[in-house]
Nanobody, 129 residues
Framework: QVHLADSGGGSVQAGGSLRLSCAAS????????VAWFRQTPGKEREGVAS?????????ADSVTGRFSISQIAKNTQDTIYLQMNDLKPEDTAMYYC?????????????????????WGQGTQVTVPS
């Protein structure tokens, strides 16, 4: 069983920065893909950034060049970070970290459009306009 606990959200002025953290524990196989998603009321959940166990990152077009995903392992727990720079009002959302095995239901990789098995509780990011 994987447990994810995300934190680090807050309110920041446009152009500012925030770093979200996600403490991840559980079997490493079940979290070979980690990702950050975001959602605002009335909109579909959007994939923001993903990271494979061997360090390959992918980003949504809307955040490329501004956001960076990384992962640090320590003992039995990993921490997944989302560094967010040059924040814009349209980045306002609830952000969730998520994890899954690298291959699920015959599909391998960490695309945003597949089901992620494990989710954090969410952390709110607000960028006033």
């Amino acid at each position: 069983q994987v447990h994810l606990a995300d934190s680090g959200g807050g309110s920041v002025q446009a152009g500012g920065s925030l770093r979200l953290s996600c403490a991840a524990s559980g079997h490493p196989y079940d979290r070979n893909c980690v990702a950050w998603f975001r959602q605002t009321p009335g909109k579909e959940r959007e994939g923001v950034a993903s990271l494979t166990a061997d360090g390959r990152a992918a980003y949504a077009d809307s955040v490329t060049g501004r956001f960076s995903i990384s992962q640090i392992a320590k003992n039995t727990q990993d921490t997944i970070y989302l560094q967010m720079n040059d924040l814009k009002p349209e980045d306002t959302a609830m952000y969730y970290c998520a994890a899954k095995p690298y291959c699920t239901l015959g599909i391998c990789g960490c695309p945003f459009g597949v089901e992620y098995n494990y989710w954090g509780q969410g952390t709110q990011v607000t960028v006033p306009s």
